[in-house]
């Protein structure tokens, strides 16, 4: 009994040991038939079409480039937008009446020639409503950059008119300075004449104390006069007609 016990035993060792061996070895022979896991492999990445760089163009030939090609090139209106920040506000206007055109690119080119061009804020606010009646035509690749043209060319505007409204109240503001001014000196002025007649009150009304306090002292000089005038003798008369004072 004890001998069956270790062959079994030993048997299902050698079970353990050999089915992964086993298996391991069914793999890699489906491997090499072609019947394990196929991976696949990946698609070359789709060769990117590249674009023209207009950055080095020249500024008199840029103007007279068009087509699909050109137009929907970000790089062509990038250097489009620095050509034009060398023009003359004269010649970028002579340049822009060129482009008329219903159509995105003219509105843009337009846009982008008078925006150094020292155009008031109604022009500028006309050519902007324009980029935005062509919005949906704009193609994808440019879209990016014209959002960011239309978004700078509004802050523009809204610039001028914050200046606009910053003059204005500057001027209200010197004019009420102005105002202030005068009134302030008609104030010194009434303030003035007020102070001298006080001051001229206060002299008369001196001048009239004055005057009280001497005629209280007349009667007296009158007095002082008579008895100066009187005669020796009526001296004598009137002191002899006077009472003699008794003396205790």
Same mark, same amino acid.
């Given at each position: 009994m004890m001998i069956k016990a270790a062959w079994r035993s030993a048997l299902n060792t050698a079970r353990w040991l050999i089915f992964p061996a086993a298996l391991l070895l069914a793999g890699c022979m489906a491997d090499k038939e072609g019947y394990g896991p196929s991976v696949k492999a990946e698609a070359p990445p789709p060769l990117q079409k590249q674009m023209t760089d207009y950055l080095n163009v020249d500024c008199q030939a840029l103007w007279h480039i068009k087509g699909q090609a050109a137009e929907t090139n970000p790089l062509y209106w990038l250097r489009g937008i620095g050509c034009a920040e060398r023009?003359?506000?004269?010649?970028?206007?002579?340049?822009?009446?060129?482009?008329?055109?219903?159509?995105?690119?003219?509105?843009?080119?337009?846009?982008?020639?008078?925006? *150094?061009?020292?155009?008031?804020?109604?022009?500028?606010?006309?050519?902007?409503?324009?980029?935005?009646?062509?919005?949906?035509?704009?193609?994808?690749?440019?879209?990016?950059?014209?959002?960011?043209? %239309?978004?700078?060319?509004?802050?523009?505007?809204?610039?001028?008119?914050?200046r606009g409204r910053y003059a204005a109240l500057q001027?209200?503001?010197?004019?009420?300075?102005?105002?202030?001014?005068? %009134?302030? *000196?008609?104030?010194?002025?009434?303030?003035?004449?007020?102070?001298?007649?006080?001051?001229n009150l206060t002299d008369i009304e001196r001048q009239l104390s004055n005057r009280k306090t001497a005629s209280g002292y007349l009667p007296t000089d009158k007095n002082e006069k008579h008895d100066e005038l009187t005669a020796p003798g009526d001296k004598k008369r009137e002191n002899a007609a006077q009472p003699e004072e008794i003396t205790p």
């Open positions: 023009l003359s506000p004269a010649d970028a206007r002579a340049l822009a009446r060129r482009w008329d055109e219903g159509t995105w690119q003219a509105a843009l080119r337009q846009s982008i020639l008078l925006a *150094k061009a020292r155009i008031t804020p109604q022009e500028r606010r006309l050519y902007t409503t324009k980029l935005d009646n062509f919005s949906y035509d704009i193609p994808g690749q440019v879209r990016p950059l014209f959002q960011l043209w %239309r978004d700078g060319q509004l802050r523009e505007l809204e610039l001028v008119q914050s001027q209200s503001a010197d004019r009420d300075l102005d105002a202030l001014r005068q %009134r302030e *000196k008609q104030l010194r002025a009434q303030l003035e004449q007020t102070t001298r007649q006080l001051q």
